[in-house]
């Protein structure tokens, strides 16, 4: 189990002050007994006040430091059992107008984890990837794609060490940094919603379930794998009517490098994917991966398979986000809006 493998070592995040990074060291601290759980990030600010919020617990250290110095990430993962790499420029229009920042991050800077993680003998390396890497139309979903593909090919040269790496790829993260839910809450007030198109679907988990898949694929990773959970799907335009019912919708039309669906299996991936009650596995297509290191079999997908936000047989209803993201009921939650009355906007 999970919990087996942290007693007693030493964790790293990268980017450990984003949303994950948080709740994950909220649940390790309290469920786990890590010798030390180390944040790396760039931001002091940020470390002050999840030092502050954690009150200095005594198992937790933050490091000041940036992905793209590979130098930093060696002293940084000197002694370091397990490292979890959650740093990333992950907001699409901003990758799409500066797309060298998002390479210098998400490609470059996974390399030097790689390195580094080799160089000092981390035992367990779990990227955290994006559904926007299975057949990326973006920059930021590119960059994730590029970066999947050296965490898997990086234990061909670390195949005589101790260090393995593999990935976890998931969908939009509920109430995660840059999630819409917050933009969708401001906006309600004013009575109109402003939605790309009425018809895009996306995966769905929330915080406490990405950090939970992440544990479990740590207990089980030998090093290659692409894990991917079995997850809802959900339609924007439910989503929009759960946080702000009676509000009008409004398309306004598909953002550059946006999808109108996404995908984390692609019929490419399933040739090599497996399947298990709760994910699925994609192994990689190299040699060494074999039946000595293929440690579960799995069911074999069939051929031709996908897995598509659209084409999901699990579906989160309009009752089932607005109890997921704590709204109450239209009746209770809904109040007369000052600037409807005014005439400056629809009615509620």
């Known amino acids: 189990m999970a919990h087996d493998f942290l007693a007693d070592r030493t964790v790293l995040v990268t980017g450990g002050t984003g949303s994950f990074g948080r709740r994950f060291a909220e649940i390790v601290l309290a469920r ?7 944040i790396l990030s760039r931001d002091e600010l940020k470390q002050l006040e999840m030092r502050e919020a954690f009150q200095d617990h005594p198992a937790l250290r933050f490091f000041l ?28 229009p901003a990758a799409e107008y500066n797309p060298w920042e998002s390479v210098r991050t998400n ?6 984890v790689i390195d580094a993680a080799i160089e000092r003998g981390v035992k367990k390396v779990i990227a955290l990837s994006s559904d926007k890497a299975a057949n990326p139309v973006n920059l930021y979903g590119a ?43 401001k906006l309600r007030e004013t009575g109109r919603i402003p939605i790309t198109d009425v018809r895009m679907t996306r995966f769905w988990l929330t915080l406490d379930q ?26 924007i335009s439910d989503l929009a009517e759960a946080v702000a019912p009676g509000c009008r ?51 074999a997908v069939p051929d031709g398979f996908t897995y598509a936000s659209n084409t999901n047989d699990r579906w989160l209803s309009v009752d089932e986000l607005r109890d997921l993201l704590g709204e109450s009921p239209p009746a209770v939650r809904l109040r007369p809006n000052p600037a409807a009355q005014h005439g400056h906007a629809a009615s509620l």
């Not at 786990?32 to 180390?38: A, C, D, G, N, Q």
């Not at 992905?67 to 930093?72: N, T, W």
């Not at 393995?164 to 995660?176: D, F, K, P």
């Not at 999808?259 to 709760?278: G, P, S, W």
Request: positive net charge.
């Open 249 to 299: 919708i409004e398309e306004v039309g598909i953002r550059p490098g946006e999808k109108l669906h996404e995908m984390m299996i692609t019929a490419e991936d399933a040739r090599k994917a497996v399947e298990f009650d709760d994910h699925y596995v994609i192994h990689p297509a190299f040699p060494w991966w074999g039946e000595d290191v293929a440690y579960e079999t799995g069911r």
């Open 32 to 38: 786990h007994k890590p010798r030390k759980l180390i």
């Open 65 to 92: 430091g940036d992905v793209r110095d590979r130098d930093r990430l060696l002293r940084a993962f000197q002694s370091v059992d397990v490292v979890i790499h959650a740093a990333a420029l992950k907001q699409v």
């Open 107 to 112: 490609v470059l800077g996974a390399q030097n």
């Open 210 to 235: 990405a950090v939970g898949f992440v544990l479990r694929a740590v207990a089980r990773m030998r090093g290659g794998e692409i894990f991917v959970p079995k997850l809802p799907s959900m339609r």
């Open 143 to 185: 960059t994730k794609l590029v970066s999947d593909k050296l965490f898997v090919a990086g234990n061909t040269y670390a195949s005589h060490g101790e260090t393995a790496l593999s990935v976890v790829r998931y969908g939009n993260v509920m109430g995660s940094r840059g999630s819409v839910v917050p933009h969708f809450r």
